[in-house]
């Protein structure tokens, strides 16, 4: 299996400086989104690496060339199973988890195989996980829109916490938890 992991909110070329959605300023990760998701990538990365799945980072261009980029890389891997992460954390007051798929029935499971374990890690305020099919049409247009160009890959958008409601998973023990979360949720299902 491959998985390829995006941190975005960060090295878009029309706005090099987006790094997402902010809470005030924590002493770690000074309360911006794609800090806490750079943390998470690596965590996630580590751990699926352990387990001896391959993972391609990807951090840097306008989300439509990022998904046309591993639509090429893609190729090179046919013969396995294949994951895109969009990696992102909400804000806005919500009181969940969410992990966004595209509506086939592999990112349906696999979104739901990320939530068990989601659920399974008991962090406070997470217990509520809710896997969700995307779509233009309504208001998980902006999840789609970053997933939206991925081609063969099973493309998920992450927003495993709510900055503001969460603020106090903002730390490297419960990102970690999360990031083990995904992790053995995307292995789980692979299984
Ligand atoms: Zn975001």
Redesign the pocket.
């Known amino acids: 299996m491959i998985v390829f992991i995006d941190r975005?909110?960060a090295g878009k070329p029309n706005n090099p400086e987006d790094r997402?959605?902010s809470v005030e300023p924590l002493s770690f990760g000074l309360g911006l989104?794609a800090m806490y998701t750079g943390y998470l990538s690596l965590m996630i990365e580590e751990k699926l690496l352990e387990n001896g799945v391959k993972v391609i980072p990807i951090s840097d261009g306008f989300y439509a060339d990022r998904h046309k980029r591993v639509n090429e890389y893609s190729k090179r891997f046919k013969n396995e199973e294949q994951v895109y992460l969009a990696l992102?954390?909400?804000s806005g007051g919500g009181d969940y988890s969410s992990f966004f798929h595209m509506g086939s029935t592999d990112g349906a499971d696999l979104a739901s195989a990320i939530c068990d374990k989601v659920r399974e890690a008991s962090l406070p305020g997470l217990v509520r996980c809710l896997p969700k099919k995307c779509s233009s049409g309504d208001w998980t247009k902006n999840a789609w829109y970053t997933i939206k160009g991925v081609g063969n890959p099973i493309a998920i958008c992450c927003e495993p916490l709510f900055m503001d409601t969460h603020r106090d998973l903002l730390t490297m023990e419960s990102l970690r938890s999360i990031a083990s979360a995904i992790a053995s949720g995307i292995i789980s299902w692979s299984l």
Do not use: R, V
Request: proline residues 0%.
């Open positions: 975005q909110h997402g959605a989104e992102h954390l909400n």
